[in-house]
């Protein structure tokens, strides 16, 4: 063999090595989490009626000064009225790049949001990178709206959150949709 051969099996026995690694990775639930993501919310089903476990409902002062607080709701997903989009533009000056969660809202006025996030550690900062490399676990934080919008409005001075009362084509779509959130929200869970 020559060496441009040797080195192109090389380069091949790289990205396999890679691949392979990166197809390995297993999250886990047994680490140090922050605060606001020690607690992972699980849905206990029980016929048309759901009762949601660790719903977060901090009371924020600034990201690092809150009262923690969890609770449980119990809810039937027929009850869901309108289903809202909240977008959070990190950089206003940069509208492309934005973090977006779901609200639901229940007959009766409640409003429970779902922002998919990653699950940090004590000590660990984001890295979009890092996120496309699958270094971080993924989180379903199920929260009240004071406390998932009341986070972004007092505490994120340079981003700005926006939020669009969602159009949900076809019946029984808005239980539907809040159903698949739960049932994912589960599989992280287990």
């Not at 607080?69 to 309108?82: G, K, L, N, Q």
């Not at 699950?119 to 979009?128: A, D, L």
Request: glycine share 4%; aromatic share 12%.
């Amino acid at each position: 063999m020559d060496p441009a051969e040797y080195a192109w099996l090389a380069g091949l026995a790289v990205i396999l090595v890679i691949t392979l690694r990166h197809l390995g990775l297993k999250p886990s639930n047994e680490r140090e989490w922050v605060v606001e993501n020690r607690r992972m919310a699980y849905a206990d089903f029980d016929g048309d009626e759901v009762t949601l476990r660790n719903v977060r409902d901090f009371r924020w002062r600034t990201t690092r000064d809150f009262d923690e607080r969890w609770t449980d709701w119990t809810f039937r997903p027929s009850e869901v009225t309108a289903i809202w989009l909240v977008l959070e533009y990190f950089d206003p000056k940069r509208k492309p790049i934005a973090h977006t969660l779901m609200s639901f809202e229940f007959d009766d006025g409640r409003r429970l949001s779902c922002s998919i996030e990653v699950r940090r550690e004590v000590g660990e900062t984001y890295h979009p990178i890092r996120g496309m490399l699958r270094q971080y676990e993924l989180l379903y934080v199920w929260a009240t709206e004071s406390d998932s919008i009341g986070v972004r409005a007092r505490c994120r001075r340079n981003s700005k959150t926006h939020l669009f009362e969602g159009i949900v084509l076809g019946e029984d779509n808005h239980r539907r949709l809040l159903e698949s959130f739960l049932r994912r929200t589960n599989d992280l869970h287990d």
